[in-house]
């Protein structure tokens, strides 16, 4: 197992190539609680943090977008102003949900299926919500294992995600944000998908990945997905 943390990615640089670089980190979600939301037919869970909106169909990938707030009882919804969203992110990137109270504030994913391989990933866009002008750094857990630190805020509109691959060992699952320090932790989107189990085979109920870089080799031009 490595010690380095996983380098943020920003939307902001253009891919050349692609190559799924991952290492490998303890991550184990602990098991919870009720049911609300759902996953979709495909099993995804694709949600909006801060959208105080109905869902929406996003246009280039065709999924739906649920708002948060069935999915944690905590934090309050904040809009980017739009001269700080880059073109063609303002759909999950324009608004955040941030957590001012409390140390741990969690995301609780239901309706799972409990010894399956899930995909998490986490996205963020500061974008001076808050006028402070100070990117925040916080941590990610999944249950209760360490996932992320979010930090390394590069650009002034830049977009970071984090990922993971997690052998989810219960039929629920909390993603939460960790204050460490005096910025307030925030979540622009948390996405869900669920992977076949002969994927990723370092992946097993005591062992995660964590996604480094990814890059598509030979390809020229601009970041695809
Ligand atoms: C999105 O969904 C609509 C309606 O189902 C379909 O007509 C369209 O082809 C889809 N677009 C993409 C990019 O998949
Ligand atoms: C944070 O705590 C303050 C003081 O108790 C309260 O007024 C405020 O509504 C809380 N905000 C959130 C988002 O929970
Ligand atoms: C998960 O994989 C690691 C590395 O291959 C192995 O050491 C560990 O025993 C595995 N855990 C289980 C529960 O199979």
Not at 8 to 20: C, D, E, Q, Y
Request: with cysteine.
């Amino acid at each position: 197992m490595q010690e380095s943390k996983p380098r943020p990615r920003t939307l902001a640089a253009s891919g050349s190539s692609w190559l799924l670089l991952l290492y490998l980190a303890a991550v184990v979600p602990d098991g919870v609680l009720q049911t609300r939301a759902q996953p979709d037919s495909n099993g995804f869970i694709s949600i909006d943090c801060g959208l105080a909106g109905p869902s929406y169909v996003d246009e280039t990938t065709n999924l739906t977008y649920q708002p948060d707030a069935a999915f944690t009882d905590a934090g309050e919804n904040h809009n980017i102003p739009s001269y700080n969203v880059l073109p063609g992110l303002q759909g999950l990137y324009g608004d955040l949900r941030s957590f001012p109270n409390g140390t741990r504030n969690c995301y609780t994913l239901r309706s799972l299926t409990a010894g399956n391989k899930y995909l998490f990933r986490a996205s963020f866009m500061y974008g001076y919500y808050d006028g402070l002008f100070i990117p925040p750094v916080f941590d990610l857990y999944i249950g209760l294992n360490y996932w992320a630190t979010v930090e390394g805020w590069s650009l002034e509109r830049s977009a970071l995600w984090w990922e993971a691959i997690v052998v989810v060992p219960d039929n629920s699952v909390q993603v939460c944000l960790v204050k460490t320090g005096a910025t307030t932790p925030f979540i622009s989107g948390l996405e869900l998908r669920p992977l076949k189990s002969s994927m990723y085979p370092q992946v097993n109920v005591t062992q995660g990945l964590v996604l480094v870089s990814r890059h598509s080799m030979g390809q020229t031009g601009t970041t695809i997905r």
